[in-house]
């Protein structure tokens, strides 16, 4: 006897749920967590189950993993990072993994976090002026330059930065093609001249050029012959024992950057306003990191000491995940939750409501690094990932954590950070979680 569906809403016409998807994602996925850890929803031509429940987590991101696979709703993310570690699975994901995974140890990365307090240190000195003059700040816009510094010095070997007008616009464009709404524009086979397309392929010439000019830099002896795309030019196939060719260390160069900085910078905004908005919090971090760290930066060493900004920086993983679903197809038709799988179909497994689960998380809205305590028992297994989990959880996790408290402990120690009024900021959810109309922010130095 086949399981019976999964509860979920009824779609009012041929289209479902998608109209609601394409207007507000974050709504609808919030409101399918009403049905309990696993819902059904049709979204356009797609049937789509949707897991909160973390028993029904694991047993897809863990006992079950031949099963799930990226699919179709990836096929958007070859766009602008071809096939790399994000889109691939199996052995072709391992190999590429392999090659990056000795880049992401805690060794190798306490060993390069200098990189991180230095590039903190420079927007302390930008954001100088802009302080003197009680100017406002665009925080979002101010992050993803931090992170695009910090990950292209730590992983490439040069500082992109010198090149963010270009890049900028690119990734900004990418966030909305990469995911797949339905829109006209995206549906439109490639060969009809729109706009939406010029767009696409200049963008795309954008990421692939300066990438292009990465590898070329390397090539000519220039970079660092132990970083990330020397790991990835000596590379070879485990068939053919043949180099990658070049458009495979560059989608693996564009995957790292797309994936590494856009994520690690809406992490660190979110941070930050979420410490803006809560003076108690503020002031009770502020007390642990003059009381640990005084005047100077903080170092790998000092982490273990500084236990409520690590607090901090996990509640605001939890209400503002970076990667606010993780879309799975289905291989062959499973049984979860007593429920019928479908192959074929496609599982959404959304931290953003996960994280807001009654059921796991008490006062599921409210901002409260207490419930991170380290005396406190934690959340439960499969409650909270802001990273994933099982064997996909992200590379480059540690690399984020490390860099969102070192800037956030930076930042705090010399700024007071307040939201310019009369504003809304409210998530949006593309690639990652973004605030819809940015972060406006005023600073005031600490002491003045």
């Avoid at 990734?171 to 010029?198: D, H, N």
């Avoid at 060719?245 to 979110?270: N, S, V, Y």
């Avoid at 273990?304 to 993983?317: A, F, M, N, T």
């Avoid at 679903?325 to 939750?337: L, N």
């Amino acid at each position: 006897m086949t399981a019976p569906p999964a509860p979920g809403p009824e779609g009012r016409h041929l289209m479902g749920a998608l109209s609601s998807f394409k207007r507000d994602s974050l709504s609808l996925i919030t409101e399918l967590q009403g049905y309990g850890g696993i819902a059904r929803v049709r979204l356009g031509p797609y049937l789509v189950h949707q897991l909160t429940g973390p028993e029904f987590i694991k047993h897809v991101l863990q006992d079950n993993t031949d099963n799930y696979r990226r699919g179709r709703f990836y096929q958007g993310f070859n766009l602008f990072m071809g096939r790399g570690m994000l889109t691939t699975d199996g052995a072709e994901w391992r190999a590429r993994r392999d090659v990056s995974q000795p880049f992401f140890q805690r060794a190798w990365l306490h060993g390069a976090s200098g990189v991180i307090t230095s590039c903190a240190e420079e927007l302390i000195a930008r954001w100088e002026g802009p302080a003197e003059r009680g100017e406002e700040i665009e925080l979002v816009d101010e992050m993803m330059w931090l992170a695009m510094g910090v990950l292209s010095r730590m992983l490439f070997g040069v500082d992109l930065r010198d090149r963010y007008a270009e890049l900028a616009p690119a990734v900004r464009f990418s966030l909305k093609a990469m995911i797949l709404t339905g829109e006209v524009s995206q549906m439109l086979p490639r060969w009809v001249p729109t706009r939406y397309r010029r767009d696409l392929r200049r963008h795309q010439a954008v990421l692939n050029g300066v990438m292009d000019d990465v590898i070329a830099l390397h090539r000519a002896g220039g970079g660092d012959p132990d970083d990330l795309v020397s790991a990835l030019l000596k590379a070879t196939d485990a068939e053919t024992g043949r180099p990658w060719p070049d458009r495979q260390i560059r989608a693996e160069l564009k995957t790292l950057f797309m994936a590494g900085h856009e994520t690690t910078g809406c992490a660190l905004a979110w941070t930050l306003y979420s410490v803006a908005q809560h003076a108690d919090v503020r002031r009770k971090l502020e007390a642990e990191l003059d009381s640990v760290l005084g005047d100077r930066a903080p170092t790998p060493g000092d982490l273990p000491d500084l236990p409520y900004l690590r607090q901090v920086v996990d509640e605001s993983l939890r209400l503002h995940p970076p990667i606010w679903v993780f879309p799975r197809d289905v291989v062959e038709d499973d049984v979860i939750g007593g429920h019928h799988i479908p192959a074929g179909t496609t599982l959404l497994i959304p931290p953003y409501a996960a994280h807001r689960d009654p059921g796991a998380w008490e006062n599921p809205e409210a901002f409260d690094p207490e419930r991170f305590c380290p005396a406190g028992r934690g959340p439960a297994r499969y409650t909270y990932l802001p990273f994933g989990g099982g064997a996909r959880r992200c590379v480059g996790y540690y690399m984020a954590l490390l860099e969102i408290q070192f800037t956030v402990a930076m930042l705090v120690r010399r700024y007071h950070l307040s939201l310019v009024p009369a504003q809304q900021v409210t998530p949006v959810g593309l690639v990652s979680l973004r605030p819809a109309r940015g972060i406006r922010m005023r600073l005031v130095k600490r002491g003045a």
